[in-house]
């Protein structure tokens, strides 16, 4: 069916210019760890040489304190190994059926290190305690709804929460934060594209002392059945070159 073909090839392609901007927000943080790892190691490696060189000198450096500098460049490089394992499970299809917290999990990864670089923080909560939150929407959909609403709300030092309530049926994603500071709106066009398969993006700014997103799934199931039979699901092969 050339329509569902079409809403397939479009979710694919802001999917495509969502994750350029993720891979543009991470790649600060990235540089900056890689720094952390190389001034860490280097202290390490000059302190070791100097004791190499001066035996006998007085006082000795500290095997204790030199040992703190490793510490702290392995916590960098665990950091980064969970960063780069996120970016290559978004750069994957995503599998069906969508499921909201198994495609919530990379994305909370990486926008947490990119609400840390820039001094706020994301926090996952959810009453369901992480069981599986199956939705009917296709999952390339649902995954850009994730992420479209995570970059709209991560930023700017906000402290973001992130809660799935999984006791809904369909579950539902709502966002909140603290703070006068408003949300970057979401993309119009990524609100269409996911609402035509049935998830809704919604903004609350009627108040100015805090702000939220929610995502629904409700229509989706709707969506579902009214597709033919056939309907390809995730963008299969473009979201493979995503990163």
Known sequence: ???TTASGDRLAALWLAMSQRIAGRTAHEVKNALNAVAVNL???RSRLARAAAEPDATPQPSPAAAARFADVASTQLEALSGLAEAMLTLARAPREPADVQQLLAPLAVVFDAVARSDGGSLRLSGSDGGAAAPVAAPSLAVR????AALDAAVGRGRAVTCAVDGTSTPPRVYLSWLGA???TAVS?????AVGDCGVTIAPDDTTSAAGAITIDFDGASAAAAAAP??????GGGPSNQDQ
């Open 1 to 3: 069916n050339g329509a």
């Open 42 to 44: 280097e202290v390490v």
């Open 144 to 147: 850009l709804a994730l992420a």
């Open 181 to 183: 500071v408003p949300a």
């Open 188 to 192: 119009a066009d990524v609100v269409a």
């Open 229 to 234: 039979t056939g309907r390809p699901r995730g």
